[in-house]
């Protein structure tokens, strides 16, 4: 790929796009950050980006060839936003894109299912990540703060097993689909390197952390309100909580090779993960253990 193209990154301040840009930075790549808020990332490009003004997209997409694709966050049916801005990059010559989802979306599915249909239709090069759930999870707002204050982790799952990954091993796997010569023209499956229940993560919290840290199972209307307490709209958190009844019924439990089969190094462990992130949930009074 001619590197005097910029690769523009949409959700270029998240947990995906914000790793994946530094990355293809380091290897000397141009990267132009799409999103409302500038991103402090240093050799990066930055243009305002939203999804609501249609007007955003075309300065976002001129003279890029590849695209790493987030789609509105917490919208039930993001396509009316996404297709447009898709149509934007073909008009205006775009390649390639790589698009995020998740592991348990199904292709004619709901939220990003016609995604991943008119990724794969519209561009010659393409590649769809559908990682597992973000380790990352359990320090930020979905679970870092009830670990940390509560000592517990609340989910629908039972004990339904997930392989959870690193969003750096996402990444990593994000910059080879944007960047390899060859395009990948596949949907990746991303997980770590174990499929752990929620009490079993709770546990190598707890045991890192020095205080017991418990599952709490609740039902799936209980889940569905703590999320619309939580801000999300109605029918998203809907959404949401029936995957922990997928999750529980067995759907996210397995591990691929994806991690190590496209970067060429195994993914981080779940172990690992909790030892590097042990501050996370300690509390003042307790200090580094």
Do not use: C
Not at 123 to 151: C, R, T
């Amino acid at each position: 790929m001619m590197k005097q193209h910029p690769i523009l990154i949409t959700g270029g301040t998240g947990t995906t796009g914000s790793r994946i840009a530094k990355r293809l930075i380091e290897r000397g790549y141009q990267v132009r950050i799409a999103s409302r808020r500038t991103a402090v990332i240093s050799g990066a490009e930055h243009v305002y980006f939203d999804w609501n003004d249609e007007s955003t997209f075309k300065p976002a997409l001129e003279h890029v060839k590849r695209i790493y694709l987030v789609a509105p966050v917490g919208v039930f049916d993001p396509s009316p936003y996404v297709f447009p801005f898709l149509e934007e990059a073909v008009r205006l010559g775009a390649e390639r894109v790589v698009m995020l989802s998740a592991s348990v979306v199904l292709e004619d599915g709901p939220v990003f299912g016609k995604l991943h249909q008119a990724v794969r239709q519209q561009f010659p090069e393409w590649a769809v990540l559908q990682p597992s759930y973000f380790m990352q999870n359990f320090i930020n707002a979905q679970h870092g703060l009830a670990i940390k204050n509560e000592d517990k982790i609340v989910t629908s799952a039972g004990d339904g097993k997930l392989g959870f990954v690193d969003a750096g091993d996402i990444a990593e796997v994000g910059v080879h689909a944007l960047t390899d010569e060859l395009p990948h023209n596949t949907n990746h499956v991303i997980t770590g390197p174990q499929a752990l229940s929620y009490s079993e993560a709770a546990s190598m919290i707890g045991s890192v952390i020095g205080r017991p840290v418990k599952h709490e199972n609740i039902s799936l209307s209980a889940l569905s309100e703590r999320m619309i307490k939580a801000g999300l709209a109605e029918e998203y958190a809907h959404f949401m909580a029936g995957l922990d009844e997928a999750i529980r019924n067995g759907a996210e439990n397995r591990v691929t090779d994806t991690v190590l089969r496209v970067t060429g190094r195994k993914p981080r462990s779940f172990s690992e993960f909790v030892t590097v992130h042990a501050d996370n949930w300690r509390r003042e009074a307790e200090g580094t253990l």
